[in-house]
């Protein structure tokens, strides 16, 4: 073929997260996700996990030459757009992703820290928590913490206040504080009738979206929104149209969602390959 008639490469999002079996969360749904939007999607495995959709049974971190080697060989390779950053796995890898990062400067970050999963099982102790606040939020364009997320982001050591009682404004200025451009704090997890997210800036909230607040427990909600984010960027949005197609991208998804297993429903990022013209699945 001549390379002067090469098609042009679609975005490009280097995702680094754990693996998740399921595809309900981790790698498979960032690839699912960043692919349903029309981007290429890049992949560096941090973890390698054994999990079902009710919950993780165990977590082994890769080593982190590994993901150190995984990443250089692709951002060698190919133009990255976007980086979009999950589950790490262990201290180790959050300083070698963080000094990745850092050799690309005009490469926006989208962050989605996980720190437990959907039923609660411990992804992140305070030290790796430390490592993420020093290494990794002041280099981070959008932050997409849920409200539990960024109530334990936030709390010292020595603070005896309960992490439940801290106001989410207060929050996300915390975390604004740590040098992150954008936080989207989600309120998938508060007990409103409806689901509210706030992007918050330094000179104030950027905007603030209300969706229905869907029935059952989904495993997977967040990677999907800030792998959407993600795309958006790579495809030249500002973050805050980004944010805005993300979040209804992510709500049909949710509202698609299937239950495969015996736990939580998983999103279905490829819902409209499954409608009709009229919008009505097949």
């Avoid at 008639?5 to 790698?27: E, K, N």
């Avoid at 109530?151 to 740590?178: I, V």
Wanted: contains cysteine; aromatic residues 6%.
């Amino acid at each position: 073929m001549d390379p002067s008639s090469t098609p042009l490469s679609p975005p490009i999002v280097l995702s680094f997260a754990a693996s998740d079996p399921t595809s309900g969360a981790g790698i498979q749904a960032d690839l699912l996700t960043i692919a349903a939007l029309g981007c290429h999607p890049l992949s560096v495995i941090t973890a390698l996990t054994v999990q079902d959709t009710t919950g993780i049974d165990s977590v082994l971190a890769i080593d982190s030459d590994w993901v150190e080697d995984q990443a250089r060989a692709l951002l060698e390779d190919m133009p990255v757009d976007v980086f979009k950053i999950g589950l790490l796995g262990s201290i180790d890898n959050i300083a070698v992703i963080a000094k990745i990062i850092a050799d690309y400067p005009d490469i926006p970050l989208v962050f989605d820290p996980v720190l437990a999963s959907g039923r609660g099982d411990e992804l992140a102790d305070d030290e790796m928590i430390a490592a993420l606040q020093e290494l990794l939020l002041p280099q981070t364009t959008v932050l997409t913490p849920n409200s539990l997320e960024a109530r334990r982001l936030t709390r010292g050591a020595d603070d005896d206040e309960d992490e439940h009682d801290q106001p989410l404004a207060e929050c996300a200025r915390r975390l604004l504080t740590f040098g992150c451009d954008h936080v989207l704090l989600t309120g998938t997890h508060d007990s409103t009738p409806q689901v509210v997210n706030v992007l918050h800036h330094r000179d104030g909230v950027v905007r603030s979206d209300t969706w229905p607040r869907l029935p059952g427990s989904y495993h997977g909600s967040g990677c999907t929104l800030a792998s959407a984010v993600a795309a958006g960027l790579a495809h030249r949005l500002s973050v805050a149209a980004a944010v805005g197609e993300a979040q209804e991208y992510t709500w049909k998804a949710l509202a698609a969602g299937f239950r495969p297993g015996m736990g939580q429903f998983i999103p279905d990022r490829f819902f409209w390959a499954r409608q009709t013209e009229d919008g009505k699945d097949d």
